[in-house]
């Protein structure tokens, strides 16, 4: 194939043209940085590998960590953490046990991902999330999700969302505001753990997680202010109350005092003290 033959079939010519001319208009001060650019932008990103591999999270647990490349960049996922195993063989076996079964599942996540998952994703393009999402699914047809694992597919899912975002040239939160249909974008009101129980804790609280969030806050950096302050405050209301063995922290941050089946009520405490009034707040659990 000669070079025009070459240019002719890709339209390189028109292209070439079509970018100096933009350069030309924007005034560019680096007229070949512009034109890569410009040229970089006009071929449409497709996804053309997709590389997991095993991380330890921040509790030193097995969890799943995804690379999507494209054929203009690579975008790497959140790890997404493992839950505790369940099940038959799960509840036979003791914590080392546990820990075992744990680290097959990850390690039989990634094989998945970098085998089935890679193969199905390549060529999409990943501004076409729903897509994305609906083969990724379409992989697993076990009850929950429990063959490739719902973690280990949300890797996934988010380091598309990541190279959708790139592709538009917006920041993260705008795409996914777009892609939920939402014209305008708002901060959520963080969720602050604050007590922990159940299988977070060694104490006898049947809670897994008590959580405040600061709804009275005007913005989110007042939000994270009063969510420190109060934390902060309840660990000199859980002293007076309970003893330094009572500060101890949970496995999600917050302290676990050992209070059996009784419930402290934050709201109450934190009120009464004057920190911050209790409107400002709401509390939430999971257990």
């Not at 009120?271 to 999971?286: I, L, P």
Request: net charge neutral; aromatic share 4%; hydrophobic share 45%.
């Amino acid at each position: 194939m000669s070079v025009q033959e070459y240019l002719e079939k890709h339209l390189l010519s028109r292209k070439i043209e079509e970018a100096v001319n933009a350069a030309v208009r924007a005034k560019a001060p680096d007229p070949v940085l512009f034109i890569a650019g410009h040229m970089r932008r006009a071929a449409p990103a497709v996804i053309t590998r997709v590389r997991a591999r095993q991380i330890l999270d921040g509790h030193g647990a097995p969890a799943v960590e995804v690379e999507l490349h494209t054929n203009k960049a690579v975008h790497r996922a959140s790890a997404a953490g493992a839950g505790a195993p369940e099940g038959a063989a799960a509840d036979a076996a003791g914590d080392s046990g546990k820990r075992k079964i744990l680290a097959r599942a990850v390690a039989d996540a990634v094989r998945v991902i970098n085998d089935k998952v890679s193969e199905a994703l390549v060529g999409m393009d990943p501004q076409q999330q729903a897509q994305i999402d609906q083969a990724i699914m379409d992989l697993d047809k076990a009850r929950h999700k429990a063959e490739l694992g719902a973690n280990a597919m949300l890797a996934v899912s988010i380091a598309a969302c990541k190279a959708g975002a790139a592709e538009k040239e917006v920041p993260l939160y705008k795409h996914i505001a777009v892609l939920v249909g939402k014209s305008a974008a708002t901060i959520p009101v963080p969720a602050i753990t604050v007590i922990n129980g159940g299988k977070h804790a060694g104490n006898g609280l049947p809670i897994q997680e008590i959580m405040i969030l600061p709804v009275g806050a005007k913005n989110f950096e007042e939000a994270m202010q009063m969510g420190s302050e109060t934390y902060h405050h309840l660990k000199d209301i859980i002293l007076e109350k309970y003893g330094a063995e009572s500060c101890n922290i949970g496995d999600h941050g917050g302290f676990a005092p050992n209070i059996s089946r009784q419930l402290l009520r934050i709201e109450e405490e934190l009120g009464s003290e004057g920190v911050y009034a209790g409107e400002n707040w709401r509390t939430a659990s999971t257990s």
